[in-house]
C-alpha cells in the first residue's frame, strides 16, 4: 500500500490517532502501527491498515514495508528510547519525509541530529496557538 498518497503513523497515542483519522478523512491510506493490541483492535475499522508491532525492531519494519513509504510520522512521545530508535530506522531506510513528535526541546534537537525533516511539537504549539486565541478575545473587549 506504500503509495504516492500513503502516510506510516507509528504510535497511535492521543496524537498520532488524530492525525491517522484526520489523514483517512482527507481521502490518504495510512498504515497505522502500535504495540497496544486494545489500541490497533480499537483504529482497526477506521484505518486503511492497522498492525501490532514494535516499530524499533528493523525486521519487523522491513516486513511491513515501511521502507517502501515515501511519507512516515513517528507519534511516540514518552517513551523517548523508542522514538529516538524508530526515527532512526526510518532515516536510514531513506524515506524521504519523515516528521515526528518531540515532547521536549532536547529530545526534539535529537531528532533533528538524526536527519528528521519536520520535528513538532504540539503542546508547546498548540499553547502559542492558544495564547493568540486568548489574546484575540481579549482584543474583543478592549
Ligand atoms: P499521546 O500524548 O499522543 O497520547 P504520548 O506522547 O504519551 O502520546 P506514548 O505514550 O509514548 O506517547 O506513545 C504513543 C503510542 O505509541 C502508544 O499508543 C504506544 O503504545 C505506542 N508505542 C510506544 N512505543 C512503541 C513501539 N516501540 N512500537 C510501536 N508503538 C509504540
Redesign the pocket.
Known amino acids: 500500500m506504500a503509495g504516492n498518497d500513503s502516510v506510516v503513523v507509528?504510535?497511535?497515542?492521543?496524537?498520532?490517532?488524530?492525525l491517522a483519522l484526520e489523514l483517512v478523512d482527507e481521502e490518504t491510506e495510512v498504515l497505522g502501527?502500535?504495540?497496544?493490541p486494545e489500541?490497533v483492535q480499537m483504529l482497526a475499522r477506521s484505518l486503511t491498515h492497522v498492525v501490532r508491532?514494535?516499530?524499533?525492531?528493523e525486521e519487523v519494519l522491513r516486513q511491513l514495508a515501511v521502507h517502501e513509504f515515501d511519507r512516515a510520522v513517528v507519534?511516540?512521545?514518552?517513551?523517548l528510547e523508542?522514538?529516538i530508535?524508530?526515527a532512526s530506522l526510518l532515516i536510514s531506510f531513506g524515506i524521504r519525509d519523515v516528521w515526528a513528535?518531540a515532547?521536549s526541546e532536547a529530545h526534539g534537537r535529537i531528532l533533528s541530529q538524526l536527519g528528521v525533516h519536520h520535528v513538532v511539537y504540539?503542546e508547546h504549539d498548540m499553547g502559542q496557538r492558544v495564547a493568540h486565541l486568548v489574546r484575540g478575545r481579549m482584543m474583543d473587549y478592549i
Open positions: 507509528i504510535g497511535l497515542g492521543r496524537f498520532g490517532r488524530a502501527i502500535d504495540e497496544n489500541v508491532a514494535d516499530s524499533t525492531k507519534a511516540i512521545g514518552t517513551d523508542a522514538s530508535l524508530t513528535k515532547i504540539p
